[in-house]
């Protein structure tokens, strides 16, 4: 049976083409907006995820949100004696708003991790995660930077400095990163309550922290968050004869909203 909702319905058999055009709607009048996600395989050997990804009817504008993984975590480079560490970073941030039409296709890369579990001072920095197709260029966010670790307590440690990014850097609107991991110290043996921090992917958030109190030897474990730099491996006691490895970071993201 009819009512009062159903009258008020207009079928799009109705309205004759081309009388309602996009610049007689106001913003209001348009269909919500729709969010896709690509993301990497969240384990430490993840391969990433491609894929080919076709503009449903009716869209007109595309705003695309990608992060790169993060990098992987330090090893332990001396067995036998303390280290200080910096925490890996985690992966950029990059978006851009664009125009494009039905059936236009885009390839759509989450970034992967390398697959490399570091017994280095120095790891494996983030892969970079990208979308090719029209109207765009050269658009990706590139990997954090590697976790380190030092066994010369006279070098001075530098952080990076990677985090700023001009309008128009990786063919983006807008992108930047966060700050490398700090450094924590530790003095020559028995490096007992040793810490530092990997830091996360812009608005993806996480939160890890490596430590280690009086056990000899640990390893960074193998699960990151995505876009979250990885954690490193740690030793507190000169003479132990085992070294630790690092745990890769976070697979990149891929977002995607539409209307």
Not at 244 to 255: I, N
Request: aromatic share 10%; net charge positive; with cysteine.
């Amino acid at each position: 049976m009819a009512n009062y909702s159903s009258y008020k319905q207009v079928r799009a058999d109705q309205i004759p083409a081309g009388i309602v055009t996009n610049a007689k709607l106001n913003a209001d009048a348009r269909h919500e907006l729709t969010t896709k996600w690509v993301v990497g395989i969240g384990d430490r050997c993840s391969p990433g995820c491609c894929c080919l990804w076709t503009v449903p009817t009716g869209v007109k504008k595309v705003h695309w949100e990608i992060w790169g993984a993060g990098g992987n975590g330090h090893g332990a480079c001396s067995c036998n004696r303390c280290h200080h560490y910096q925490g890996a970073q985690g992966g950029a941030f990059n978006s851009v708003m664009i125009n494009t039409n039905p059936g236009c296709q885009y390839s759509v890369c989450a970034a992967g991790v390398y697959p490399c579990l570091s017994i280095e001072c120095t790891a494996c920095g983030g892969c970079t995660s990208y979308v090719t197709g029209y109207n765009l260029s050269n658009f990706c966010a590139i990997g954090g930077c590697t976790g380190r670790a030092e066994t010369n307590f006279l070098n001075p440690c530098f952080s990076e400095h990677s985090c700023c990014l001009a309008p128009g850097n990786n063919g983006g609107d807008f992108g930047f990163m966060n700050h490398g991991g700090s450094w924590g110290s530790a003095f020559n043996c028995h490096c007992h309550c040793t810490n530092t921090r990997p830091t996360s992917a812009p608005f993806l958030g996480g939160d890890i922290s490596q430590t280690i109190q009086v056990c000899w030897m640990r390893c960074g474990c193998w699960i990151a968050p995505y876009g979250h730099g990885g954690q490193g491996a740690m030793s507190s006691y000169c003479g132990s004869g085992c070294c630790g490895q690092g745990g890769t970071g976070g697979g990149g993201v891929v977002k995607i909203t539409y209307q």
